[in-house]
């Protein structure tokens, strides 16, 4: 269990910086609808994300909700809340969400960890699937070898080689033709449950009557060293929960990064000195934008006139602050590019504001130090920019002047 989270979260962690440069299409947009063919690969991060226009390259996307309904002709990389897949995939499938669906060919491997897990009947999966998750459903045909982990798992496909499988409760109503090796609490056969080659299981049930489901030759053996307790299957599956979600969180702050780098390259390398001194002027002024703007938005709802700017301004503050941590980790990557006259190119900068967020994440989860450290790193953040802006107002007042 530990090797198979490991590898789904080492999948997760290490695709962009192979993949940066290569990427050709990024977009950061509350609602995103791809109805135009893409030649390239494309990067997306949206509450609500619609594929709906073939993909010629890699998809990789982090949101609310995402739907695929049109062919992916290379890998997609999907983190998320509801996740659909409805269309042709060319190569691997990596994901991680709440409620997941996919019901088309994948021609490569699938790796899925979340909390409901569903592969329909016209899904056939030609490489390695891989799934961990709360509840599982597979309903379609995996050609090569299969590995779950679940809850609750329900198979009811065709696995044609070997399968391992640990659960709390597991019901078998399709056909295992390979070798197979099965620990569960609880299994359940169906009437269309076949297991066609040898088989080792446990249950806590103790030996079971497998009946018709055993094929003629076919030998089956209940074997103890295979037991896993209820509190094996309760912590390892609230781990996988949490796993989920952090990913989701990493993935998300790293496509915002990449947004970031990729549309405002210029103005971060062209301020890059002013990120890398003037720490406490810059608290100053992130202080007074930190606690000033809820002030005017107080000010501002206190008058039917100023409602309208109160909610602008409510949006826009809100939307900083989610981003602070990203927006400080981008600063840190360009100070310190230019504090040691490293010139850096874009990857290594985003590598730099990747290892930067973690940093960031990990001492804000220190309880009091950690978080009043964190707190000042992004006030500071929020400072700098706001200098900027009054260093270029004051510039530009002044060639006016001229």
Request: proline share 1%; net charge negative.
């Amino acid at each position: 269990m530990k090797n198979h989270v490991s590898f789904i979260l080492f999948s997760f962690l290490f695709f962009t910086p192979f993949n940066f440069l290569s990427a050709t299409s990024f977009q950061g947009d509350k609602n995103i609808t791809i109805s135009e063919e893409q030649t390239g690969d494309l990067y997306l991060s949206g509450e609500n994300i619609v594929i709906d226009a073939p993909i010629q390259g890699d998809l990789v996307c982090a949101g609310g909700d995402i739907i695929i309904q049109d062919s992916i002709a290379q890998d997609v990389i999907l983190v998320g809340g509801n996740l659909k897949i409805m269309g042709f995939v060319g190569d691997d499938i990596r994901v991680a969400g709440g409620t997941i669906f996919i019901n088309e060919h994948v021609m490569g491997d699938l790796i899925v960890a979340g909390g409901e897990v569903t592969v329909g009947k016209d899904a056939n999966i030609y490489g390695e699937l891989k799934l961990v998750g709360g509840k599982l459903n597979m309903n379609g045909v995996a050609k090569g070898k299969v590995s779950l982990r679940g809850g609750e798992v329900f198979w009811n496909g065709i696995a044609e080689q070997s399968f391992n499988i640990k659960a709390g409760e597991f019901s078998l109503n399709g056909t295992l033709q390979g070798p197979s090796t099965i620990a569960a609490q609880k299994i359940i056969l169906g009437n269309d449950a076949r297991i066609l080659s040898d088989m080792e299981y446990w249950t806590s049930k103790g030996e079971i009557d497998f009946n018709s489901a055993i094929a003629s030759g076919a030998q089956h053996r209940f074997n103890t060293d295979l037991q896993i307790s209820d509190m094996d299957v309760d912590w390892r599956y609230l781990g996988i929960g949490l796993v989920t979600f952090w990913i989701y969180r990493l993935l998300t702050a790293a496509v915002l990064i990449i947004l970031m780098i990729w549309m405002f390259h210029r103005f971060f390398s062209r301020n890059s000195e002013e990120a890398s001194r003037n720490y406490v002027s810059h608290l100053g002024y992130g202080a007074i934008y930190i606690i000033g703007i809820p002030v005017l938005i107080v000010l501002a709802f206190m008058t039917i006139i100023g409602i309208p700017v109160g909610f602008i301004l409510m949006l826009t503050y809100g939307l900083t602050i989610a981003l602070g941590h990203v927006l400080a980790a981008v600063l840190i990557a360009y100070g310190v590019n230019f504090y040691y006259e490293k010139n850096w190119n874009r990857r290594v900068l985003f590598l730099v504001a990747l290892c930067s967020y973690l940093a960031l994440k990990i001492i804000g989860a220190v309880p009091l130090l950690g978080v009043l450290i964190s707190l000042i790193i992004v006030t500071t953040a929020f400072g700098t920019l706001a200098y900027i802006w009054r260093q270029s107002r004051i510039a530009r007042k002044s060639i006016l002047n001229e």
